[in-house]
T-cell receptor, first 116, second 112 residues
Framework: GAGVSQSPSNKVTEKGKDVELRCDPI?????LYWYRQSLGQGLEFLIY????????KSGLPSDRFSAERTGGSVSTLTIQRTQQEDSAVYLC??????????????FGAGSRLTVL | AQSVTQLGSHVSVSEGALVLLRCNYS??????LFWYVQYPNQGLQLLLK??????LVKGINGFEAEFKKSETSFHLTKPSAHMSDAAEYFC??????????FGKGNQVVVIP
């Protein structure tokens, strides 16, 4: 597609439920990132995928958070047993292969998660 | 690890006045530096980037930023604010490994 697509745009869930957030990156972009944006906290890095390399999971806040990227394209961020502090906007971004505009991230519009 | 400091979460500026958003970075290697803008209910959009070429970088919408190594700064400016500049602005730094560290952002309010 022309841009990074995220779904759902809004998700309201009850505490303790699992949620899945989807990201479809720009075609040809080898790198994919997940960030979390909380009010007044800026953007918090969660996880980074680059091609077939092992993902950088160092930003995941707890073992309730996981992400996968199938076929080097679409990614799913899963939050298990959601807590109220998980409420935030989850942003996905992708970037081209190194040496061709690498380091410039293109962001999706985000998935706003509200945990009641 | 690299990091960015943006002071003043909310910045008010009169229409037609200078916009100045400050960004100071910390990086153990020559950095890549970025400014992104976020309009309500939208994702982040790249305003401009510094990648070790010219120290004065011009971006979209009349914005520019100057890289000053001695001050570890990358402040964003626009000579004359427009109502459409009301948005949140984020400074970010990368060490070249494609992982960006963002500042907490500046919410810009333009006063008519």
């Amino acid at each position: 597609g022309a841009g990074v697509s995220q779904s759902p745009s809004n998700k309201v869930t009850e505490k303790g439920k699992d949620v899945e957030l989807r990201c479809d990156p720009i075609s040809g972009h080898t790198a994919l990132y997940w960030y979390r944006q909380s009010l007044g906290q800026g953007l918090e890095f969660l996880i980074y995928f680059q091609g077939n390399s092992a993902p950088d999971k160092s930003g995941l806040p707890s073992d309730r958070f996981s992400a996968e990227r199938t076929g080097g394209s679409v990614s799913t961020l899963t939050i298990q047993r959601t807590q109220q502090e998980d409420s935030a906007v989850y942003l996905c971004a992708s970037s081209p292969p190194r040496g061709s505009g690498a380091n410039v991230l293109t962001f999706g519009a985000g998935s706003r998660l509200t945990v009641l | 690890a690299q990091s960015v400091t943006q002071l003043g979460s909310h910045v008010s500026v009169s229409e037609g006045a200078l916009v100045l958003l400050r960004c100071n970075y910390s990086s153990s290697v020559p950095p890549y530096l970025f400014w992104y803008v976020q309009y309500p209910n939208q994702g982040l959009q790249l305003l401009l980037k510094y990648t070790s070429a010219a120290t004065l970088v011009k971006g979209i919408n009349g914005f520019e930023a100057e890289f000053k190594k001695s001050e570890t700064s990358f402040h964003l400016t626009k000579p004359s604010a427009h109502m459409s500049d009301a948005a949140e602005y984020f400074c970010a730094v990368s060490d070249g490994n494609n992982r960006l560290a963002f500042g907490k952002g500046n919410q810009v309010v333009v006063i008519p």
